[in-house]
């Protein structure tokens, strides 16, 4: 249970003084924190709250959008790598952007996404590697672990042109292995049949393991097909195991998008999270 | 454009008669058909029509959902193999199926689907590899070819365990080339990593092009995300590029499941398909 951590997103009506103060009232000792929420809390406020209630910071996330932004998108970064090392998180996720121009959940040719839309998916992979190339030296500079998470192939067109882990292990390569890592979502990697050999091949890479379930059948905001563990067509234990066997110490983190928790009691959710956490993501059965 | 062929679920309230019908006015060659409408014309009379009009059948859609149906399921693809023996197709489209017990579109749980469910993914894909090695000695006794869909990971739950080209070639080569093949259908494979080389380890394998759009965003019913080539986030050139050097010299099938295609006259629907082949599926530019 000492390696629990909540994702901040999955009590989502929290600010983070009061998911840090869920998180001491329910016995966890690591959180992931959000962007947008941090920077309602402030910062330096943030990172305060953390250290004084003895919390690791599994994760901030996100950086990313590197596909369609150009320097801006390389500016925002820098923030971001600057913010995760104020708060001393663990690593920084990195949703990497999806086709240029292609704006999430926007109709193509609609939305301020859509000038410059590209259907060219090999170019915005190259993308993706050379905004990388000028992002990991500067996250490394200040201690940084940049965390690419590969997003499930559904995504692809808008949110994350990393479809794989295979992909994702690939695009670390160049760098130090403290410098930049993946993630293993499995809500996004469950499907994959190349899964296990991709874990054991990660290895020291991986920096963060996120869980939820994947529901079937999806909503109609494919977003919001995360579920509780337990809920959806996930089978936990022989991800968790590979994981685990792959040499990853780190915190198990729990990110749920969905309407129905979102709705519910946050205590509720944190306690449930608990229970299924034990029974279903690291169980023996 | 003789090798672009009209499947017929794309003019979905067409029979057999009268896609073959159309077929002929607008000069395709070619024609993928659905057991389904077969059975209603008839397995002997739809034979005769296709012969009659000088069309080659590109395919016979489909057989499969062999993680589920145990000894009916076996059954009623050989049945299946028979079928598309009298119908001269180049192959049987084969969907495999998803986790036991889940029901395409119908929550966990309910259903006529629920009992059984299993998240036992690698289980699955065995029973997948079990049923394959019964019927495809059958297939090759009767000539005919069955070729292996890997579908979109969206549907590993609940439709089809093959997620990937590689994974559906590392399940034919068992077999000899002309008794088990893949199908490629951009639909379900454009975001791969490995596309490309996939597509040239195929090679001879690859039993069936087919062809359609991903619409982004992807409508409430997952099912139906499929468009006319170029309404969507897909490059076709580079895919049928790779697929036409790999060596493939079969049809290129046009498969839409799409409710605002399914409402248009279907002579329409063709005259754009035509058309949009040109321009966007095999295109220079």
Redesign the interface.
């Known amino acids: 249970m000492n390696r629990l951590s909540l994702n901040q997103r999955t009590t989502k009506r929290w600010t983070v003084a009061e998911a840090v103060d869920g998180c001491v009232r329910h016995g966890l000792e690591a959180i992931g924190l959000w962007r947008e929420e941090v920077a309602e809390q402030g910062p330096a406020e943030s990172a305060k709250l953390v250290r004084a209630a003895g919390l690791r910071v599994s994760s901030l996330c996100r950086g990313g959008f590197l596909t369609s932004g150009g320097v801006a998108a390389l500016d925002d970064n820098r923030r971001a790598v600057d913010e995760a090392a104020e708060l001393g998180a663990a690593c920084l996720v990195m949703v990497v952007g999806g ?1 240029p121009g ?1 704006a999430p ?4 040719g609609a939305g301020s996404g859509s000038p410059g839309f590209s ?4 170019g915005a ?1 190259e993308r993706v590697a050379e905004a990388l190339a000028v992002l990991a030296p500067y996250a490394g500079e200040r201690g940084v672990r940049l965390a690419l998470e590969p997003l ?3 995504y ?3 949110r994350a042109v ?3 882990l ?2 994702a292990v690939d695009l670390c390569l160049p760098y130090p292995v403290e410098q930049v890592g993946v993630v293993v979502d499995t809500f996004h990697v ?5 899964l296990s050999q991709q874990i054991a091949r990660a290895g020291a890479r991986i920096a963060s393991y996120q869980v939820c379930d ?1 529901l ?3 909503p ?1 905001d ?1 977003l919001l097909g995360r579920g509780m563990m337990g809920d ?4 936990f234990r ?1 991800i968790t195991r590979a994981v685990l066997e792959a040499g990853y110490r780190g915190d198990i983190e729990v990110e749920i998008f969905n309407a129905d928790v979102w709705a519910a009691d946050p205590d509720e959710v944190v306690a449930t999270m608990k229970r299924r956490y034990t029974e279903v993501v690291i169980g023996a059965g």
């Open positions: 086709l292609v959940g926007e109709p193509l259907r060219d998916l090999a992979r499930h192939p559904m692809c067109a808008d990393i479809s794989t295979a992909q469950w499907w994959d049949p190349e994947y079937h059948p999806l109609a494919v959806g067509v996930i089978g022989p």
